[in-house]
């Protein structure tokens, strides 16, 4: 079986949010090739009142603090 290589490149490098106003949504990394569906994660984790959507990548929510 032949698989096709996955390739990921970084879309937004550096987002910078206040907390208390909404952000995005945005998508910081953008794949294609290898299997899909493709199961996104992040690392460290988001600020708390972020989430990442698993199956997008996008980002959206407002935030309540600052980076853990």
Same mark, same amino acid.
């Given at each position: /079986? ?8 970084? *879309? #937004?490098?550096?987002?910078?949010? *206040?907390?208390? %106003?909404? !952000? ?6 953008? !794949? %294609? +090739? +290898?299997? &899909?569906?493709?199961?996104? %994660?992040? +690392?460290?984790?988001? =600020?708390?009142?972020? @989430?990442?959507? =698993? &199956? @997008?990548? /996008? #980002? @959206?929510?407002? =935030? @309540?603090?600052?980076? =853990?």
């Amino acid at each position: /079986e032949v698989r096709a290589a996955l390739a990921a490149a970084t *879309q #937004v490098d550096n987002t910078v949010a *206040q907390i208390d %106003s909404p !952000v995005g949504p945005f998508t910081p990394v953008v !794949v %294609s +090739g +290898g299997l &899909a569906p493709y199961t996104f %994660s992040v +690392g460290p984790g988001l =600020p708390n009142g972020l @989430t990442m959507n =698993p &199956a @997008t990548g /996008e #980002v @959206t929510g407002t =935030p @309540t603090a600052t980076t =853990p």
